[in-house]
């Protein structure tokens, strides 16, 4: 892993804010992204109490920093204190990017551009069974989830052109976001159906891609996978499993074995944090560095595991 920037007076700051912090990524991957660029800036992991996040928005601008990114829980709480949102952070109802906007921020939403780029551009680290990109636009796309990740997924591949089937546990949640995102993308085709064994055979036998927005698969459970046992996957049904912790679920497991393309969440956390870097700096930033970084770094707190309390917590970014 890339040393440290080396601080001096002249550093500025940019940073996360979560609350816990403690688990994240981003300062690793971002620092030795500024490290390979050159540039005397370091990436800071704040934690911040729901209740400072007011304080906290107000001191970033008091402290001169250049962007900030947010994560779980304030998300959404933290967009009262922007001065204008994106059009695709106002829709997925989410930011988690702070850009200089004259005197106080812009929230931005990196998870839509890092999905499509992902699934664009999967060639930057070849190490999984994916070598070449995924055309949205035309192809049949189902969606195992309706909750907060599940929105800017939808949001991304209804604004593709493709078609969205969203399954859920839930099915009123999945019925509810498909009305939303049809009544912002009135000719695209959104259905929702219930997540049973007998809905995902028969949409799997059309569809292109499925997308995992859960949590079931998530270290320390690590056994779960929503795809059911008694039904073989699709060979020709590429997965995009959010989740990066494990890097190999069992979901991504069982398509492996199936002979079907995966997708990682690693390349997802990468490519956001590309976004929000390119938003600040003004460059990409080498996504193929910080996907080495995460890569050691979860290798690195693999070996912890499974003890609780390790610094990997369980959570998707
Ligand atoms: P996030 O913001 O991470 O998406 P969330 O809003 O709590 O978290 O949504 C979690 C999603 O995972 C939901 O779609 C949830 O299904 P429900 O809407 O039915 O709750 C889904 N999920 C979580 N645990 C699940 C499980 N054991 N089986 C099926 N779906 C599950």
Known sequence: ?????????????????????EHSLSPQMHNAALAALGLNHCYVPLAVAPERLRDAVAGLRALDFVGCNVTVPHKQAVREYM??????????GAVNTLVRRGDG????????????????NTRFAPTTATEEG???????????GAGGAARGIIYALARSGATVVI???????????????????????????????????????????????????MWPETAHSLWPDELAYPPHLTLFDLIYNPLRTRLIAQA????????????????QG???????????PPVDVMYQVCLNELAANTRFAPTANTRFAPTKR
Request: aromatic share 8%.
């Open 1 to 21: 892993m890339p040393l440290a920037n080396a601080i001096n007076g002249r550093t500025k700051l940019v940073g996360v804010m979560g609350w816990p912090v």
């Open 83 to 92: 001065q204008e949102i994106s059009e695709e952070a106002q829709a997925v």
């Open 105 to 120: 921020w812009a929230g931005y939403n990196s998870d839509v551009p890092g999905f499509l780029a992902t699934l664009a």
């Open 134 to 144: 995924f055309e949205c636009r035309g192809k049949r796309t189902l969606i195992l």
């Open 167 to 217: 399954v859920n546990r839930t099915p009123s949640r999945a019925e509810a976001l498909a009305r939303e995102m049809s009544l912002l993308f009135p000719g695209a085709a959104l259905e929702a159906l219930p997540l049973t064994p007998a809905a995902l055979k028969k949409e799997a036998e059309t569809a292109h891609l499925l997308v995992n927005t859960t949590t079931v698969g």
């Open 256 to 271: 492996e074995a199936a002979g079907a393309r995966t997708i990682s969440g690693l390349k997802m956390l990468v490519y």
């Open 274 to 284: 590309a976004f929000s870097f390119r938003w600040w700096f003004g460059v990409m």
